[in-house]
């Protein structure tokens, strides 16, 4: 097993298994939490990524595909990222519409968690994703995407590009305004 990325959350490993390339996701436990409470949390956030990964591709929208899912672990397909996302920017904003369309929020959207794979776009890394039909939530999550790409210095023109995506698959008005309006709060400057 390979070592691929370490977050605050998950140690992620690249292995192969039956002659097939897979990611384990190695949930971490946290210290300051007591150990009943801390593997009931890692088994409910791994359930819970598991299950909204099983809800995305039943409405057809590419995400990994989950093999196996233990208290502390998932294991998952492996996808090469080919790192093309600029020529791929309102695609994405497209993706990231279906997402919403269907309730789903990510949570952590960044270029990082979305994979440009055999020409197509893939989601990963759940862990911080949840159901809401909420325009609130739905523009938070734009609003994360759109800090980090301008944090990453990221032009201006990749988040207006991923805006426009957005806009065309449906009617997004409420929820690009309502982004307008988080931001003016200063809660996420």
């Not at 598991?50 to 672990?73: H, S, W």
């Amino acid at each position: 097993m390979k070592l691929i990325a370490y977050g605050a959350e998950a140690k992620i490993y690249k292995t192969k298994i039956f002659n097939k390339d897979v990611i384990i996701k190695q949930r971490l436990s946290k210290k300051y939490r007591h150990k009943t409470l801390d593997k009931k949390i890692i088994k409910k956030r791994n359930k819970e990524e598991a299950n909204l990964l099983k809800k995305i591709k039943k409405y057809n929208i590419n995400c990994t595909t989950v093999y196996y899912v233990g208290e502390d672990k998932i294991i998952m397909s492996y996808l090469q990222n080919e790192n093309t996302h600029k020529k791929k920017l309102i695609e994405i904003g497209k993706e990231i519409s279906k997402l919403h369309d269907h309730g789903i929020i990510h949570g952590d959207l960044n270029l990082i968690n979305i994979i440009i794979n055999n020409n197509k776009i893939f989601f990963i890394d759940f862990g911080l994703g949840s159901v809401s039909s909420k325009i609130e939530d739905k523009a938070t999550d734009l609003l994360v995407f759109k800090k980090t790409l301008l944090s990453q210095k990221k032009t201006e023109s990749f988040w207006e590009q991923i805006l426009e995506g957005y806009s065309k698959e449906t009617n997004k008005k409420e929820i690009i305004k309502k982004i307008e309006i988080i931001e003016k709060r200063g809660r996420y400057l």
